[in-house]
Every structure is written in structure tokens, then in C-alpha cells.
């Protein structure tokens, strides 16, 4: 099969085209017929050798049709989605024509929508909706804070909080990208910045944060929240160095709580896959409630330029990329 390797740590010259054999079936496993992937920031840190781990072939999502799967676990030939499980950090990930996931990694998704849209949904959602749902445990009426709202993550947070009666404000470090996030639901925007506690009116009246722009505003986040109030550490916008000198004591907010959820724990005890709504997510989006529309796509030629555009912030939404 076709293959996308990663050669070396480093540019986008690091990701080639290669030839290698196609993934054998193994128990426990299912070889997938891919049709197209989501691209997420991970990948550029595995390229760029800032991960703890990288396997030969990156792609950490997928979808498309099971080609065998020994355990019975999921139909030949059924429509699926595969996410983390190890894909592209320890095992061979999606970019490759077939890839090979623990079927704990794998999920069913009846859906008639193209490939290029069903492929915005896996990685970015279910990250999503379990942040929102089940580490904010957010509630209709209740006021969320987005720090980083325009990533494809924060829109994904964005539209599915608002569809479900919470109050979202959205921040962005671009003005001119209010409009953008107001349209999607927010009932204002702020100007991201490391002290938005300083500025923000509703300090210490926000009920919830999801942090997208993470390690340098956590603290930041606990200073906006009310007694009670959720924080939830989910992404590195503002890059991965550790939080200097914590020392809680003397930094803290007192009475609010710090949580942290991160995509691998997918499949891992407690963090089964069945338990987001993946279906429900693909209809609502089949019935034009949610709009996974990805901002763009790419073929499977053009891998380097859809890691030049991440990286580049040039994406406004999900990059995916999709097979011919
Ligand atoms: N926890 C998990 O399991 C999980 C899963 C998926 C993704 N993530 C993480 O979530 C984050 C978002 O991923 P994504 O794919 O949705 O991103 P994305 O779509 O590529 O996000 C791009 C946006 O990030 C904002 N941004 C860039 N640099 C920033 C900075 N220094 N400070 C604040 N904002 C900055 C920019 O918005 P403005 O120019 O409008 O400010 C830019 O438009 C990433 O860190 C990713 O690794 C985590």
C-alpha cells in the first residue's frame, strides 16, 4: 500500500511517500480501508520530534470501511471510525491507504455523509463532547468560556455547547474573527491574552473554562471562575512548556476545580469509545443541526501542504484530508 512516512524528525520534507506492506488482520484488531483522516496539531509535534512518541507512519484518526476484522468484532465492509488506540504514536497510524486499530479504538458510524465530512468528526468531537459533557459536566444555561475558540476544536465545543442551551463567551487573539465565532453561537468574544483575568467582566462569575490555549493561562483559568467553577485543561495553542515554578500556595484560586482530559485515554479502562455519542454526532450533522464541515480539504498527495496550513493558522476550522 500507499504510505505516508515519517523519515526524520523535522520539516514538512520529513513526510514521504513510501510503499510498504499492507497491514496483516490480527485478534483484537481491525484492518481499515481508509477514505479519508482529520490532520491534528499532535501530528506536527510527532513530526517535528516533540512527542513523547512517533511511529513511522503518523495519523492518530481515520475513517472509512472495515477490510478484516478476525475477532468479529465490527461487519466486513461496515462504515467506521478509529481514533488514538496508539495509532500514529506506537503503532502505524492513518496516513496510509490501510491502517491497523484495536477495535476498543474503533467505532460503528451510519452516515451518508461525504467521507471529506464524516472525517472532521472523530478526533475533534469526541475530544469535545467528553471535555464539555463529562469533565465540565456543562449544563443548559450555564456560562462557558472557549480560550482558543476558533481552532477546529474550540468551533466543534463552540456548536455543540450552544446547541444544547449553554451560554458560551469565545476568545481569539484576532478582533476581526469576533463576527466568525458570534455566527456560530457565542454571545460575545474576548481578546485572548495570558492575563484575561484582568480584563474579563464575568470574573468570577464564569461556571466553566475549556482551555485550548493551555499550560500558560491554567492558572489564569482558575482566577475567572467561581466558587465551584470547572476548568478544563485540553489543548497547547500557546505551545507545550511546562507551568514555571507552580507553586500553588501562593497562585492558586481557592474553591474551583482543575480538570485535564487528553484523546489517548480513548479505549483505555473507564474512557470506553462507546461512551460518546459518535452517531448521534454524524446525524446530527446528516439532519443540519451541527455543521462538521471542515474548513479544508486536501488529497492524499498534498500532506505537506495541509501541515503547512496548520501550522501556518491559515485553516480557520478542520483540515482532513481525503483518499481519491
Ligand atoms: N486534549 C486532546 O485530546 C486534544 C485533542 C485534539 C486537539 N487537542 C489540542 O487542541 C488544540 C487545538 O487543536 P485544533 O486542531 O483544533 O487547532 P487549530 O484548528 O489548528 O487551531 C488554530 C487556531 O489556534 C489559535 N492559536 C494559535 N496559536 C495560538 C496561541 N499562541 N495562543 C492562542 N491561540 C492560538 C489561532 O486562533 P486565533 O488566531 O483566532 O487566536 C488559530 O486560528 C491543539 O493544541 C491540539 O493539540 C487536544
Redesign the pocket.
Known amino acids: 500500500m500507499r504510505a505516508i512516512v515519517l523519515e526524520k524528525f523535522g520539516g514538512l520534507d520529513s513526510l514521504v511517500y513510501r510503499d510498504i506492506p499492507d497491514p496483516e488482520p490480527r485478534a483484537g484488531h481491525v484492518v481499515i480501508e481508509i477514505k479519508a483522516f482529520g490532520v491534528?496539531?499532535?501530528e506536527l509535534h510527532m513530526r517535528r520530534g516533540e512527542w513523547a512518541e512517533a511511529a513511522p507512519v503518523s495519523g492518530i484518526e481515520c475513517v472509512g470501511l472495515v477490510k478484516s476484522c478476525p475477532g468479529g468484532e465490527f461487519p466486513v465492509g461496515a462504515k467506521v471510525a478509529a481514533l488514538m488506540g496508539g495509532l500514529g504514536r506506537t503503532i502505524n497510524g492513518s496516513y496510509a491507504e490501510y491502517t491497523r486499530a484495536p477495535a476498543a479504538n474503533v467505532a460503528l458510524v451510519e452516515s451518508g455523509l461525504p467521507w471529506a465530512e464524516l472525517a472532521a468528526i472523530p478526533?475533534?468531537y469526541a475530544?469535545a463532547w467528553t471535555c464539555l459533557f463529562r469533565n465540565l459536566e456543562i449544563k443548559k444555561g450555564e456560562v462557558l468560556l472557549i480560550r482558543?475558540a476558533?481552532?477546529?476544536?474550540?468551533q466543534a465545543a463552540l456548536k455543540m455547547a450552544v446547541n444544547d442551551g449553554v451560554r458560551v463567551i469565545a476568545t481569539?487573539?484576532?478582533r476581526e474573527?469576533f463576527s466568525m465565532l458570534e455566527g456560530l453561537g457565542a454571545e460575545r468574544c474576548e481578546i485572548?491574552r495570558l492575563d484575561l483575568s484582568k480584563h474579563i467582566p464575568e470574573v468570577k462569575k464564569i461556571d466553566a473554562i475549556l482551555n485550548?490555549?493551555?499550560n500558560s493561562v491554567v492558572l489564569d483559568c482558575l482566577a475567572i471562575l467561581r466558587r465551584g467553577g470547572r476548568s478544563c485543561l485540553?489543548?497547547?495553542?500557546?505551545?507545550l512548556d511546562p507551568i514555571p515554578n507552580f507553586n500553588p500556595l501562593l497562585q492558586m484560586a481557592s474553591g474551583v476545580y482543575l480538570t485535564f482530559?487528553?484523546?489517548f485515554a480513548f479505549g483505555t479502562p473507564g474512557f470506553p469509545l462507546s461512551d460518546v455519542p459518535l452517531q448521534q454526532i454524524a446525524e446530527d450533522a446528516a439532519a443540519g443541526r451541527l455543521d462538521v464541515k471542515p474548513s479544508k480539504v486536501f488529497g492524499f498527495d498534498e500532506i505537506r501542504e495541509a501541515h503547512r496550513v496548520?501550522e501556518a493558522?491559515e485553516?480557520?476550522?478542520k483540515v482532513v484530508v481525503v483518499h481519491a
Not at 150 to 154: A, N
Not at 234 to 239: D, E, K, S, T, V
Open positions: 491534528n496539531h499532535a478526533e475533534t475530544t482558543g476558533t481552532s477546529s476544536f474550540g481569539t487573539r484576532n474573527r485572548e485550548l490555549v493551555g485540553a489543548g497547547w495553542l500557546g505551545g482530559f487528553a484523546s496548520m493558522n485553516a480557520a476550522g
